[in-house]
């Protein structure tokens, strides 16, 4: 642009040609753009003028009202018509109002000259109220003020190294700070500054990072995934499924008066809150105790004796009738959702992410998700059901311990009066009567928002939208849940952790490959019921091509009580080996037999009685009865012969007969036809034949052949 005349602008383009245009056209024209143009502002920054200082800020609001009134005549503002006379721009030049606001300035007490006038003027025109502000207020401030940089870098890393480590004193870092600083430049070279400064320092690098919070804080911060984090939605029952264990805050008897903290061990259904399934077992919990919860949700939890009518399913608000004509098996069930779960959520225990339950989950057709090593808040729903479960029936149970040990009282173990299967009768009693039924603040269905649902509600309410489909599972079914070990068949059988497991039905086998790419066997054995292992063996007959055969200890006659893996590694870790494998085995079966017969006399030290009281506990709780005899659907002779009697006054007698009954469903059954003897394979293993039971709330042989 060389010219602006009447109008018109003149152009001169590179090669020195002049072309006339009209100012309106090129003002119009669409690749019309003034280059090199300074940015004004028109709106002012509030927000920043807010976040100032209030004498800076009204300062900069001046300072606009007089730059205003130099270039204009009229300071803004309501109430001004007219420029004053030594402002007018008709009647005076800019460099004198320059002066005059500047003496006028200087007259009211704050010292201007026209030079500082203009350049406010200037600062206005390139950045409006922003560029009147004092910039003194708006520097950034370090909270880290003017420390020495080598202690500042320091501290960071002994901050950093102590995230995993447990939580100590402000005067523990700054012995590792000055430790540090005396290994990278020398004794003396950098000192440290004042007690005061250093803990000020401290707070000023730690406190927006967590770095002094407790260990467990620290923890969960490091493990957490990069933000930001984005809700999940779950609009559906099974989609989310989350699963974790805690140690109970309860006492109860374990045999022989010991007194232990069982393990809980649940999974919730996110989208409705639900309890789909819940063991709780002595410490110690195995992952087939959590494949064994997946086969729990997805069959119905039957009716227990003495349980009130009012918790079947058909009184509850569930759509027992239309769900009855899809599931058969839910006739005579408690009013628990069966849910069959797409993916669980779990943490990073060993129980979780083992291979015998990542492929129990791959056989159901499960996605797996781990969280986070040590982050609770990655399954928080299940962490805060935790907590409910605490306030709303662990507290009220006998033999509580509060939280921690701080809110423990005088004699609690004392109080203890309840033992593993009577606690674990009435949690899950609680759950159907308690829980299930009990509004949840976080459950809203989607037309009534204001209104909170129960977890039953829900799941009433979503079922009618995503549907129902029933998962039967057979006996081979719950096999394949079990821990797997892939061995060869030997001349002596198969030998597992110094056990050695034998029988005829292995001859034809016998160091032979088998079918598999590796050549091993695959064998199912279940920790909380050594006594016997399940080998998946080819059969013709089967529609397959493959059977389970049962194959038992070779020392199972010699111990008759229960027992479990973990009292089997006990034994491992105390009795010598002194000979060959094939004594040290038998010596270790003696050894097993004088252990549980002294606990159970009352004899032997605390150590042994508690290992044999866990091993009861398991056997008959989660090998048997509790666990086992749902997925079964087998009930015992006592349960059936008193369906009103209360199970918890009964006597020892019945209790211990109650207890055997359970125990027996765990021996293996052959496929017989409705009607046929079940006890066929445990008479050709030489094992003792369960009795049959009078009452069957499922079976599964006949649900394989209907569905």
């Not at 042994?608 to 079964?632: C, F, H, P, Q, S």
């Amino acid at each position: 642009m060389a010219a602006l005349t009447d109008g018109q602008v003149r152009l001169v383009t590179e090669d020195g040609e002049v072309a006339a245009v009209l100012l309106s056209l090129l003002f119009a024209d669409a690749g019309f753009e003034v280059l090199d143009a300074p940015g004004v502002s028109r709106v002012p920054p509030l927000g920043l003028l807010q976040s100032l200082p209030e004498a800076v800020r009204e300062r900069a609001l001046a300072w606009e009202r007089h730059v205003r009134e130099v270039e204009t005549g009229l300071p803004g503002g309501p109430g001004v018509a007219s420029p004053r006379a030594k402002y007018d721009p008709q009647a005076r030049t800019l460099a004198q109002r320059e002066e005059t606001k500047a003496a006028e300035l200087s007259a009211a007490g704050m010292p201007t000259s026209a030079v500082t006038v203009r350049r406010m003027r200037a600062r206005y025109r390139r950045e409006g109220v922003w560029g009147l502000v004092d910039h003194r207020a708006t520097r950034p401030r370090s909270v880290l003020g003017r420390a020495d940089e080598r202690v500042v870098a320091a501290l960071r890393e002994v901050l950093e190294a102590g995230r995993e480590r447990s939580s100590g004193t402000l005067g523990r870092l700054r012995v590792h700070t000055e430790r540090l600083l005396a290994e990278q430049y020398g004794d003396g070279v950098v000192p440290l500054p004042s007690s005061a400064t250093f803990n000020r320092l401290v707070h000023a690098l730690a406190d927006g990072r967590g770095l002094l919070d407790s260990a467990r804080q620290r923890r969960w911060r490091s493990a957490r995934p990069a933000p930001p984090f984005v809700p999940t939605t779950v609009m559906a029952p099974g989609e989310l499924v989350m699963m974790d264990s805690t140690v109970l805050d309860a006492f109860v008897v374990l045999d022989d008066g010991v007194v232990e903290r069982p393990e809980l061990t649940i999974a919730l259904d996110v989208a409705t809150r639900t309890i789909c399934a819940a063991v709780l077992c002595a410490k110690g919990t195995r992952s087939v105790d959590a494949a064994q919860m997946m086969a729990q949700m997805m069959v119905p939890a039957p009716m227990r004796p003495g349980w009130a009518e009012a918790l079947a399913m058909e009184r509850s608000v569930v759509p027992y009738e239309r769900l009855m004509s899809m599931d058969a098996r839910l006739e005579g069930a408690a009013a628990r959702p069966v849910i069959t779960p797409q993916t669980i959520v779990v943490d990073q225990g060993n129980v979780f992410v083992s291979s015998s339950f990542i492929a129990a989950c791959e056989s159901l057709g499960i996605s797996v998700q781990p969280t986070p090593p040590g982050n609770g808040p990655a399954k928080g729903h299940v962490e805060r059901t935790f907590s409910s479960i605490n306030t709303l029936f662990v507290q009220h149970v006998a033999g509580y311990t509060g939280s921690h040990t701080g809110e423990r009282g005088r004699d609690t173990e004392g109080e203890a009066v309840w033992t593993l299967a009577q606690l674990a009768e009435m949690f899950q009693e609680w759950i159907i009567c308690g829980w299930q039924e009990r509004e949840h603040d976080g459950l809203r269905h989607p037309m009534m928002p204001r209104c909170a649902l129960s977890p039953n509600e829900m799941w009433a309410a979503l079922v009618a939208v995503c549907g129902y489909v029933p998962v039967p599972l057979g006996r081979e079914d719950y096999i394949e849940l079990m821990p797997l070990k892939r061995q060869k068949i030997n001349d002596y059988g198969i030998r597992i952790d110094y056990r050695t497991y034998d029988h005829k039905v292995l001859n034809p086998y016998r160091g032979e490959p088998s079918p598999a790419a590796d050549g091993l066997w695959e064998i199912h054995y279940n920790p909380h019921f050594p006594a016997q292992v399940w080998v998946r063996l080819p059969k013709t007959d089967q529609p397959r091509g493959y059977g389970w055969e049962a194959v038992p200890w070779i020392h199972h006659t010699l111990v008759t009580a229960p027992f479990t893996d973990f009292t089997w590694q006990h034994l491992r870790r105390t009795v010598a080996r002194r000979a060959d494998r094939a004594q040290h085995e038998h010596d270790l079966a003696l050894a097993l037999r004088e252990l549980l017969e002294r606990a159970a006399a009352g004899h032997g030290s605390r150590r042994e009685k508690v290992v044999a009281a866990r091993a009861r506990a398991d056997a008959t709780t989660n090998g048997g009865g509790a666990v086992w005899g749902i997925l079964y659907g087998q009930q015992s002779e006592a349960e059936a012969d008193a369906p009103g009697e209360d199970v918890f006054g009964a006597s020892e007698d019945d209790e211990e007969s109650l207890i055997n009954d359970g125990a027996l469903s765990v021996w293996p059954t052959e496929h017989t036809p409705p009607g046929g003897s079940p006890s066929g394979a445990a008479q050709e293993a030489g094992l003792p034949a369960p009795r049959r039971p009078q009452v069957t709330v499922y079976d599964p042989f006949e649900e394989s052949l209907r569905w």
